[in-house]
Nanobody
Framework: QVQLVESGGGLVQAGGSLRLSCAAS????????MGWYRQAPGKQRELVAL???????NFADSVKGRFTISRDTAKNTVDLQMSSLKPEEPAVYYC?????????WGKGTLVTVSS
């Protein structure tokens, strides 16, 4: 089993920045990737960013150039640095990990963007 715990959500003004963190614990060997999805009210969960074990990254087009993702393999954490947040981006942000052919999810952290 793998446990993912997010932190760092909160209220930010449009145009501002926020950093989310996710800590993984449990049986995390052979982790293929970690990353973030988000789900706005009434919408489907969507990809934000992933970072793979080799260091490659994948970003949603909507966040390219504004968000960065980083991973500390020693601490088993992944951070999402969000900048220039838009009023349409409030959502619950979920940490995810792919470990030995199984997807794990955190409980999510709420990001609210005020205009």
């Amino acid at each position: 089993q793998v446990q993912l715990v997010e932190s760092g959500g909160g209220l930010v003004q449009a145009g501002g920045s926020l950093r989310l963190s996710c800590a993984a614990s449990g049986s995390i060997f052979n982790m293929n990737y970690m990353g973030w999805y988000r789900q706005a009210p009434g919408k489907q969960r969507e990809l934000v960013a992933l970072i793979f074990s080799g260091g490659n990254t994948n970003f949603a087009d909507s966040v390219k150039g504004r968000f960065t993702i980083s991973r500390d393999t020693a601490k088993n954490t992944v951070d999402l640095q969000m900048s220039s947040l838009k009023p349409e981006e409030p959502a619950v942000y979920y940490c995810t990990a792919w470990v030995r052919a199984r997807t794990y999810w955190g409980k999510g952290t709420l990001v609210t963007v005020s205009s």
